[in-house]
Each structure stands twice: as C-alpha cells, then as structure tokens.
C-alpha cells in the first residue's frame, strides 16, 4: 500500500508516520462508535462527550507529555482517537472502552451508519432513501 489514511509503506510519503498499524486502531474506534477526542469542531467548546477524555484540540506529529490545551487542561495526546503519529498512541480511556463494547454487544448497533455520511449533499446522491439516513447520530443508542 502506498498510502491512505490507515497509513502505508512509502516513508517518504505523507503518511510514514502512521505505519505502525495504531491508525487502524484509531479508525477501529469510529467504526465503534467513537469520535475523535476533540469532537468535530476541533474547538475547545468541542469534545467527544465523554468524561474521561479532557477537551482539547487536534494533535500532530509526537507531543511531548503532558502538553496543556484548552485553557489548564492535560492533553491525552497519546489517545487512540487524536491525531498523533502511530509511535506516539497508546491507549483508549475507560468510557471509550465501554462505548466500543456496547457497540460490539448489539446486533450490529452504530455499525450500521458506516458509510451513511452526514452531509446532506452526500445523502442525497445516493441511488436509494437509506433507511437509516438522519437517525446516525453522535451517541444515540439504537436497537439494533
């Protein structure tokens, strides 16, 4: 593989430094319902909505430990979900956790909105009215 966004082989394209295998990791985490740390605004007033994860902005490259963003608040730049190169991930926190396990314990839970876009202007190009288009929210529990 060239490159792309789960990383590759090429180290002098633009992706080397996530060819450790941790991206994958971090785009299993949306597969499972996950969000990036912090939100999709990448503003401090954004978050992914869980307690355990402090609000931040985006992080590239390998910060150093600990780097403080959002006003007095510890980054977790070592967070599957920021976007740190793959040497520097290392964990998921609890709440993370437990949202990825809920999703794994329903039938097919949030995993049914892979592929559903939230742009409207996406949606609607789609050949056929999906029927879960506009009920793949952020954290919303489904039936199944």
Do not use: W
């Not at 789609?126 to 793949?136: E, Q, T």
Request: net charge positive; charged share 25%.
């Amino acid at each position: 593989m060239a490159g792309g966004a789960i990383g590759g082989a090429d180290k002098k394209g633009a992706f080397y430094k996530l060819d450790l295998g941790r991206t994958l990791a971090h785009e299993t985490g949306h597969y499972l319902g996950l969000e990036h740390t912090f939100g999709n605004a990448n503003k401090c007033a954004s978050d992914d909505g869980f307690e355990d994860t402090p609000k931040t902005i985006s992080s590239m490259g390998c910060p150093s430990y600990p780097t403080k963003k959002c006003g007095n608040e510890i980054a977790q730049t070592m967070n599957f979900m920021d976007y740190v190169d793959d040497a520097c991930m290392s964990m998921f926190t609890k709440e993370q956790a437990t949202k990825m396990r809920s999703v794994l314990d329903r039938d097919i839970g949030q995993r049914r909105c892979l592929g559903i876009s939230r742009s409207k202007e996406v949606n609607n190009i789609l050949p056929f009215a999906h029927p879960f288009v506009g009920k793949c929210g952020r954290h919303t529990p489904s039936a199944g």
